[in-house]
Every structure is written in structure tokens, then in C-alpha cells.
């Protein structure tokens, strides 16, 4: 359970909520949510990753209560989630058959299906677009429908995954199966040596810059050799219900956007014939966490003495909740303890 900083008397506390909502809303134009949705659609796939809940209206709501704060707006979906019931268990995703938005390879140039570039931040200039302060509705309205206009179909036709030809020559190593139904963290407590069903399920609701500084320091040297993306895809994955009076057929009740990545890494010592993968895949268009999250995938498989191959220190320190908690209650009276080392210090001081 994470931590929550509140102190001082009932009318001072009054008084600052009061005053946190005159921040939150600063002026009488109203930040309408289907602008936040739309408009700031990476923050709202971010806070919908941390969170482990998949509801973007929600989230919405959440970022714009907190006025924009990251922990903040995932605490407060986390929050929510706890309160529902799950009534349903969805089949396994398919991923290999979703309807793709954006599909690359780094390890080899022409792939099954072909490389789909999408929608990225990776090849523009970098560079403030102080035009985007002049927008007016009709100039947002023109674009929109001249985008739609020339807007190529998205990929229905499921693309086979760029490991697969690899697997079939045998040179990638591959997990060990399990008939074991997969570990849900947000029902029993994570235990150590964790499975990989939980670690994957912690990395996917872990804090991004969190995983992103562990997937980094494993690739400066601390840990193992550089991995190659063997495949980024992002779009909509369908979600299948077992139908209740036959448990052989599926009911469609939707899709869900998603990012999904493997990379390729060097194996380890007992088979240097081989390459060994990592992967990752969270809610939306979040490519660097999906990426670092299949880093530290291969890292904790492997193990070793760096931080990113450390289990332990990997899965309890990066979630969000419990890492902001913990920082934040520092602002809670600690008035006797920091007296005792008050005190402490000055008879040494005193001692002759």
C-alpha cells in the first residue's frame, strides 16, 4: 500500500484543497476531456500503462483532476481499479493477429508483410513548431479531414512475427512452457524468485523513466551486450470472451491499442550458437517503455551482479506508486525521530 502525505489541522487542510483547486483551475476556459484524449494521447496511454487499467476516459479524468501530475493521475486510477470486480478472464491475446498502426524491424530490412512506419516522433526536426500556438478550429478541421483524406487503410492482414523464421532454424532460444495459469500481481503479493508471467506483469505497470534508466544502464555496460529490435509493432489487439454455453467458441467484445517488442540478444554461455529474446508489451503507443521493458526481460532472465539483472531490486523499486509514496511521505512530521538525532549529534559534539 502506498503512502499518503497529509498533515496539519482540519481547517488548514480545508484550506488547501481549496487552494489546490484554484491551481487546477487557474482560468474559466475549460480544458474539455476529449481535447486531453486526443491531444495529449501519450501522457493518457502513460498513465494507463502505470496504472494496469486500460480506460482512457478514466485516465482522462484522472490527469486533468491532478492537474497533469503523472503519479498523481496513476494513483487515482489505481485507486478506482481496486474498487471493481473482475467477472471475466479474456482469452489469450493474439497478438500475431492485430490490426497494425506501426510495425519495424532493426535486425533485418525487408520482413514478411513489410516495415510499417506509421505515426513517430523519429524522424521529424525536434524543433518547437511555434505555428502550433496559432491554430484555429477551422485550420485543425481542414488538416484533419485532408490526413483522413490520404490516410492509407491500417493493416488487417496479420503480419507474421520476424522471430518466427528464426525459430523455426532454431536460433533463438525459447522460454519453457507452463501449463500454469499466469501469476495476476494485482490479486496476490509478488514473491521472490518471481515467474515470468509476474515480472512481465510488474515491468508493464512499472514507472517508464524507472525501467527506461535500468534498460540504459544495462546497455552502457551493465549488463549484457547491445540487443537488436527484432520487432516494435503497435495497434489493436481483440479481446475474446469463452462463450458461456460453449466454451470452444469466443465472443468479440472489443480491442485494445498496444505496444509490442522483441529484441534479440546475444545467449548465454551454454549456447553461443543461438540468440536469446526479450520482450515487452504495455498499453498504447509507449515504444520506449516496451522497449526497455523487453531489456530488462532478457536481463532478469540471465541474471548477474548489475542492478537491471537483479530481480529483487528491479520488481519492488519501480513501481510507481509504491516509489512516489514512499518519497512523499518524507513530507509527513518526523519531529521525535529527527529530535533523537538531534540529540545524537550534539552530545557527541559535547563529548570531550
Do not use: W
Not at 75 to 94: C, E, K, P
Not at 122 to 141: C, K, S
Amino acid at each position: 500500500m502506498a503512502y499518503v502525505a497529509v498533515s496539519g489541522g482540519e481547517e488548514a487542510i480545508e484550506e488547501s484543497i481549496r487552494l489546490l483547486d484554484f491551481y487546477r483551475s487557474g482560468t474559466d476556459k475549460d480544458l474539455e476531456t476529449e481535447a486531453i484524449e486526443n491531444k495529449l494521447s501519450l501522457l493518457v496511454d502513460r498513465v494507463m500503462s502505470e496504472a494496469g487499467l486500460y480506460a482512457k476516459t478514466l485516465a482522462v479524468l484522472a490527469l486533468k483532476q491532478c492537474e497533469g501530475s503523472m503519479e498523481e493521475a496513476v494513483f487515482l486510477l489505481r485507486a478506482y481499479r481496486s474498487t471493481l470486480t473482475r467477472n471475466y478472464y479474456t482469452r489469450v491475446v493474439d497478438t500475431e493477429g492485430m490490426r497494425l498502426t506501426r510495425r519495424i524491424s532493426a535486425a533485418f530490412k525487408d520482413i514478411a508483410g513489410g516495415q510499417i512506419l506509421g505515426a513517430t516522433y523519429d524522424y521529424t526536426h525536434r524543433l518547437i513548431d511555434f505555428d502550433i500556438g496559432r491554430e484555429t478550429p477551422a485550420a485543425l478541421r481542414r488538416r484533419i479531414a485532408e490526413t483522413l483524406a490520404a490516410q492509407a487503410p491500417e493493416d488487417i492482414t496479420p503480419c507474421p512475427r520476424v522471430s518466427a523464421e528464426l525459430k523455426k532454424e532454431g536460433l533463438i532460444d525459447g522460454f519453457a512452457q507452463s501449463d500454469q495459469a499466469p501469476h495476476d500481481v494485482t490479486v496476490h503479493t509478488l514473491e521472490f524468485p518471481a515467474g515470468r508471467s509476474a515480472r512481465l506483469q510488474t515491468l508493464s505497470r512499472a514507472d517508464t523513466g524507472f525501467i527506461s534508466g535500468l534498460a540504459y544502464s544495462a546497455l552502457r555496460g551493465f549488463g549484457q551486450a547491445h540487443p537488436t529490435v527484432g520487432e516494435l509493432r503497435c495497434g489493436y489487439a481483440e479481446l475474446c470472451l469463452p462463450y458461456p454455453l460453449d466454451e470452444t467458441e469466443s465472443v468479440y467484445i472489443g480491442e485494445i491499442m498496444i505496444t509490442e517488442v522483441e529484441c534479440f540478444n546475444a545467449a548465454d554461455g551454454k549456447n553461443q550458437l543461438g540468440l536469446a529474446a526479450g520482450y515487452g508489451a504495455v498499453f498504447g503507443r509507449s515504444e520506449t517503455k516496451a522497449i526497455a521493458m523487453a531489456v530488462l526481460d532478457r536481463e532478469l532472465e540471465a541474471g548477474g551482479p548489475y542492478p537491471a539483472q537483479d530481480e529483487e531490486f528491479v520488481l519492488t523499486h519501480g513501481d510507481s506508486l509504491e516509489m512516489n509514496g514512499f518519497i512523499s511521505h518524507l513530507k509527513l512530521p518526523h519531529y521525535v525521530t529527527f529530535q533523537s538525532k538531534l540529540d545524537a549529534v550534539r552530545k557527541r559534539r559535547s563529548a570531550p
